[in-house]
DNA sequence: GATGAATGAGCCTTCATTCAT
DNA sequence: TATGAATGAAGGCTCATTCAT
């Protein structure tokens, strides 16, 4: 949570840039997933925050690249889970356990749904390359793991590129229906799918 | 296949008229899935059709009313698909299994793909609230099935709403990563998701 | 009145060409008064005459063309009064009288109205020369007769040009708030302004 | 006079926004009347300002909006006429030609003659009610002058609707004929029309 | 750095007119 | 002659971006 709103960030004069440019990001996020990137225009983002439409430009060289920058920060979250799952260790089926909790938890966050629900076409060549490389990585880890998981016995032989992809995409999903404050909580959710979409994966559960 | 060309269908005057809108929805699919809805412009369409522009305004009042068409036709798809296994009849599993194999099949098909991948913010809201009506006839389709087969004793008891979202998530997935002649075919993959997808499902699936 | 109603002219394939000319234009100017030349689109006139669309360039050249019709059409009412008003004979008076009597008569019917109503900007320039040309016959006429009438003694000496133009206008302004069937008919109307309208300049109304 | 040409009030980038809005309005008045609204295209209107067409949209929301200004500012200076000449007094006949005065004089100004010229068809249905009401308003004045007139004897009795409408047809045609530098000036007009118009209308003008 | 104003580029939509049957 | 379909031409409006203060 932030100790100020988005609007205090522009309140002072000399507030530190990745602090505004990140209230930007925000605004722009939230925008953007209620009304679409291109029914959103930049005086919205500009308003929500209390500033005029020129200022953006400070922060940001265009809106492109205020999306890109929604991209780059979910992809952010994923890679600082990456990096702790790392840590934590365990089978591959641990680690599998420990990514779907991960990323159904981002999935249930602004800059996570961004990152699914957000048109990529209006991304630049060069943008939607690096938003690209870093989608791959992440399709990279779910399959590491679950081969990592056939490999030392935790996980039933399968196809790994439809397996990573039917899990990749449960999850993924979860952008498009979990409502904050409705039903399960997030935490409770990542548990249940964590359960729910190892358990035909995990060794043992063919018969 | 079709047994004329798209732009064949505009050759002479008087055709038939749904022959016609069917052709504009097809190119307007193709180019929307490739370009996104945005960036691509009804001079674009027509020019795939070997018309001008103004001509699509014979079939469809607007764009948004083509790409409102896009989704009419994908749901007119799933629709066909339901009353088929409807009329097949098994128990809960089975038909779960059959609505999958339908569903994933269609994922891998442009009008399909449609569903999923164009940004529903454009709709008009009365357009949305159509889809939304047809999407949601869809969701309670799989909920309805898992409950049914857990009532059966088919399928494990488990938390229906939760179920039926990952599993329409992991298909719906499917058309942003099926490519056509790439990997397993259409009809392989649906085999292998209605089985990959109930295998944690399916009575004694829990030990 | 027509013995038959628009609809009916065209129902029989050999009819009158100029009844059907006829026809439009009764269609066209009822339209053009009601909506507007710029509102009122090909497809209603001829939607209103029960054909289509390409139908009313076998009697007319263009939309523009129908205009001057509908202008050539209400000056050719005029034409006919002159004709009888000059026959008719009597002072200066008595003419500007008759005049009046049959202009704002005129000016209460839809050809009438057109001339008033309809923006002349519409018309080509071409057109616009004609129906100026007659436009002026009809000023000439007004002030030929007052000059008669004070050469004749029956109208005080005034400026001819402004007299003959405020009359004109007040008569004019019937087409604007004329509505048959409510208030005073059009014959009462007629005697009405041609006894109000001269009362200011017969001689012996100065004193 | 303008203490500035139309073009400089647009030369500084912060000006009062109320010139530049009026700015607007006399140019596009201008250009409306002389080609008509529909052949005036807002690049026209721009142009003539030295401006480029979406600039327009800072001062106005749309073409019909413009329009829509033309005609209030016509009533505007129509309603300052009526509150001086109720501030003058005078018996009905004095206020009646106080009235036709001030109402030539407007007839004589691009403002009064747009509500005269100008297609109201084209105004919204929103617009045209507002503009309607106003001009009943003044259609009311005119009645109740000479209501007013023929209750304290000043004016012959007469009917009061017809009287109304062909004085005001009359004055409203000015914006037809009258070219300034030409003929009259504005203010012989309003003299000459002032005395005009009520001689069959006073007092005593009944033999 | 911030802002009010202006612009450039683009695209949807309309409709009179023409074409092909 | 009549019509369904197609087109050419045009113009209003939007909005990301830039300019000038």
Redesign the pocket.
């Known amino acids: 949570m932030l100790s100020v709103t988005p609007q205090e960030v ?1 309140d002072t ?1 000399h507030r530190n840039r990745d602090q505004k440019r990140t209230a930007v990001l925000n605004a722009a996020a939230e925008l953007f997933l209620k009304n679409g990137y291109h ?5 919205d983002v500009a308003e929500s925050l209390g ?5 953006l ?2 922060y940001f060289k ?3 690249d205020i999306l890109l920058g929604c991209h780059m920060h979910g992809h952010d979250l994923i890679d600082a889970s990456l990096g702790e799952i790392e840590e934590e260790g365990g089978d591959g089926l641990d680690r599998l356990r420990n990514l779907i909790r991960a990323y159904a938890g981002i999935m249930t966050m602004p800059f996570g749904m961004c990152l699914v629900r957000l048109d990529e076409h209006e991304l630049s060549d060069k943008a939607l390359k690096l938003v690209t490389t870093r989608r791959r990585m992440v399709d990279q880890r779910f399959k590491h793991y679950i081969e990592t998981g056939i490999a030392d016995g935790s996980i039933e032989p399968c196809d790994v590129r439809i397996t990573a992809f039917w899990i990749a995409g449960a999850l993924n999903w979860v952008s498009h229906w979990f409502k904050p404050g409705k039903g399960l909580s997030s935490g409770q959710l990542q548990e249940q799918l964590a359960e729910d979409l190892t358990r035909g994966v995990a060794r043992g559960s063919r018969r």
Chains 1, 2, 3, 4 share one sequence.
């Open positions: 522009f004069r029914r959103t225009r930049l005086d500033i005029t439409k020129p200022a430009y400070n265009s809106k492109h």
